[in-house]
């Protein structure tokens, strides 16, 4: 099984920046790809980026390209969201998630953390 512990969320103004933080716990096959979603009410979770533990296969939404940046310490089973820039629209529950492959969808991914809010004011 695989554990996903979300930590780093908060509020902050527009043009500001936060860092999200996922400590993985469990099989490392299970969660070779590390990924970060999003929800904001009343809309779909989305992706925002995502990573295969050996580095390869980064990928970022057109969202946020350019503000985002995924990252991972394997010695702590940790991954990373740098978030600059952010923008109101940024405003969402973020959630890391973690499988064998990188899927594109949401469907795609079993394991799953709790979500950590994620408030951007103009």
């Known amino acids: 099984q695989v554990r996903l512990v979300e930590s780093g969320g908060g509020s902050v103004q527009a043009g500001g920046s936060l860092r999200l933080s996922c400590a993985a716990f469990?099989?490392?096959?299970?969660?070779?790809?590390m990924g970060w979603f999003r929800q904001a009410p009343g809309k779909e979770r989305e992706g925002v980026a995502r990573i295969y533990r050996s580095g390869g296969g980064e990928y970022y939404a057109d969202s946020v390209k350019g503000r985002f940046t995924i990252s991972q310490d394997n010695a702590k089973n940790t991954v990373y969201l740098q978030m600059n820039s952010l923008k109101p629209e940024d405003t969402a529950m973020y959630y890391c998630?973690?499988?064998?492959?990188?899927?594109?969808?949401?469907?795609?991914?079993?394991?799953w953390g709790q979500g950590t809010q994620v408030t951007v004011s103009s």
């Open positions: 469990g099989d490392t096959y299970r969660r070779n790809c």
């Open positions: 998630a973690a499988d064998s492959y990188c899927g594109a969808l949401a469907s795609d991914f079993r394991y």
